[in-house]
């Protein structure tokens, strides 16, 4: 691992000198963090290029395998109890993936689909509380005829412990980060062409979601880049990827400031998670995805996993998903 720069930690809201630490080689679109309690260790999957990767900061061991499938892999999370089994995205679908975390190839096979939408596929993923898995989707990225990208064909669903899918909201055009508040009362969700964070009334028990509301308008505070992944620390503050951008920003969800700037050698920021032993290590994913040369040139390290120490904030385990594998065959 190399540090780009000296650690320094102060409590005001301004762009802060954090000691950022690349700890991983490039990917071409790195994606969805997930500390995983039991093994110590951060997950995430490079996605088109259908690579599951596994970090462990305790042995600084960098180790990845490639899923031998057709479609792009979006997501990875550890099955509840389960050891070295995850669920994963597979375009459209929900597949599981058993892998060592040393080997460079795994096991897969596809168990169901979620969104039968044609031409779409499943974007981020992340369990709530409960381990109920929430999960979006989005349509093709590019429209052959136009040109333009394909806007609000997606929607965002949660699949219960028997395989039951619910859709929780339509019309969105590309689903990404997921979020729920310390006390589990509202879930915080990122559809990126709507520009904004909402804010969603939540109960656990049942997944309802209601009385969405914009709770951070990135036109409204002059904020470049696109809204893409999130996590949430314990105090409550959202930490915002942004992508086509070189930084991911921390905001008070109540108050809707800007608290901090956090920069990186990158252009494209895709998402973010806490981890390490005590829970005080961010780790980005980044992105190289059709980037220029000139992009390239000015922010080398595009596609990147950084670890950012010092941030004076603690996050939150990565839940496991809790399903019945079964029930879903």
Same mark, same amino acid.
């Given at each position: 691992?190399?540090?780009?720069?000296?650690?320094?930690?102060?409590?005001?809201?301004?762009?802060?000198?954090?000691?950022?630490?690349?700890?991983?080689?490039? @990917?071409?679109?790195?994606?969805?963090?997930?500390?995983?309690?039991?093994?110590?260790?951060?997950?995430?999957?490079?996605?088109?290029?259908?690579?599951?990767?596994?970090?462990?900061?305790?042995?600084?061991?960098?180790?990845?395998?490639?899923?031998?499938?057709?479609?792009?892999?979006?997501?990875?999370?550890?099955?509840?109890?389960?050891?070295?089994?995850?669920?994963?995205?597979?375009?459209?679908?929900?597949?599981?993936?058993?892998?060592?975390?040393?080997?460079?190839?795994?096991?897969?096979?596809?168990? $169901?689909?979620?969104?039968?939408?044609?031409?779409?596929?499943?974007?981020?993923?992340?369990?709530?509380?409960?381990?109920?898995?929430?999960?979006?989707?989005?349509?093709?990225?590019?429209?052959?005829?136009?040109?333009?990208?394909?806007?609000?064909?997606?929607?965002?669903?949660?699949?219960?412990?028997?395989?039951?899918?619910?859709?929780?909201?339509?019309?969105?055009?590309?689903?990404?980060?997921?979020?729920?508040?310390?006390?589990?009362?509202?879930?915080?969700?990122?559809?990126?062409?709507?520009?904004?964070?909402?804010?969603?009334?939540?109960?656990?028990?049942?997944?309802?979601?209601?009385?969405?509301?914009?709770?951070?308008?990135?036109?409204? $505070?002059?904020?470049?880049?696109?809204?893409?992944?999130?996590?949430?620390?314990?105090?409550?503050?959202?930490?915002?990827?942004?992508?086509?951008?070189?930084?991911?920003?921390?905001?008070?969800?109540?108050?809707?400031?800007?608290?901090?700037?956090?920069?990186?050698?990158?252009?494209?920021?895709?998402?973010?998670?806490?981890?390490?032993?005590?829970?005080?290590?961010?780790?980005?994913?980044?992105?190289?995805?059709?980037?220029?040369?000139?992009? $390239?040139?000015? @922010?080398?390290?595009?596609?990147?996993?950084?670890?950012?120490?010092?941030?004076?904030?603690?996050?939150?385990?990565?839940?496991?998903?809790?399903?019945?594998?079964?029930?879903?065959?």
């Amino acid at each position: 691992m190399e540090s780009c720069c000296p650690n320094k930690c102060s409590s005001a809201p301004s762009k802060i000198n954090y000691n950022i630490q690349r700890v991983s080689p490039p @990917l071409e679109l790195g994606e969805g963090p997930h500390w995983h309690q039991c093994t110590q260790s951060l997950y995430f999957v490079d996605l088109h290029k259908k690579k599951i990767n596994k970090y462990h900061p305790e042995t600084s061991c960098y180790t990845t395998a490639t899923i031998d499938c057709c479609d792009p892999l979006t997501f990875i999370i550890p099955v509840d109890n389960q050891s070295n089994t995850f669920l994963v995205g597979l375009g459209p679908a929900i597949g599981i993936v058993r892998w060592n975390g040393c080997s460079n190839t795994a096991e897969y096979r596809y168990l $169901k689909t979620v969104d039968k939408t044609p031409g779409n596929r499943l974007n981020d993923a992340k369990a709530d509380a409960s381990g109920r898995l929430w999960v979006g989707s989005m349509g093709p990225e590019i429209d052959d005829n136009s040109g333009q990208y394909h806007k609000c064909r997606g929607s965002l669903y949660s699949v219960d412990f028997d395989g039951t899918v619910t859709k929780r909201l339509p019309n969105i055009s590309i689903s990404n980060g997921m979020a729920w508040s310390p006390d589990n009362k509202f879930f915080y969700y990122i559809d990126t062409y709507k520009y904004a964070v909402e804010a969603y009334n939540f109960d656990l028990a049942s997944g309802n979601i209601s009385n969405g509301k914009v709770i951070f308008d990135f036109r409204c $505070k002059n904020i470049t880049g696109d809204p893409d992944g999130m996590t949430i620390d314990t105090d409550g503050n959202l930490w915002v990827a942004c992508f086509n951008s070189n930084h991911i920003i921390k905001i008070n969800p109540n108050t809707s400031s800007v608290l901090t700037t956090i920069e990186f050698p990158a252009y494209q920021i895709t998402s973010a998670a806490f981890g390490g032993p005590n829970l005080d290590q961010l780790y980005v994913t980044t992105a190289s995805y059709q980037t220029t040369d000139a992009q $390239k040139s000015k @922010l080398p390290y595009s596609g990147t996993l950084f670890r950012v120490l010092g941030t004076c904030s603690t996050g939150f385990n990565g839940v496991p998903v809790k399903i019945n594998l079964c029930a879903l065959n």
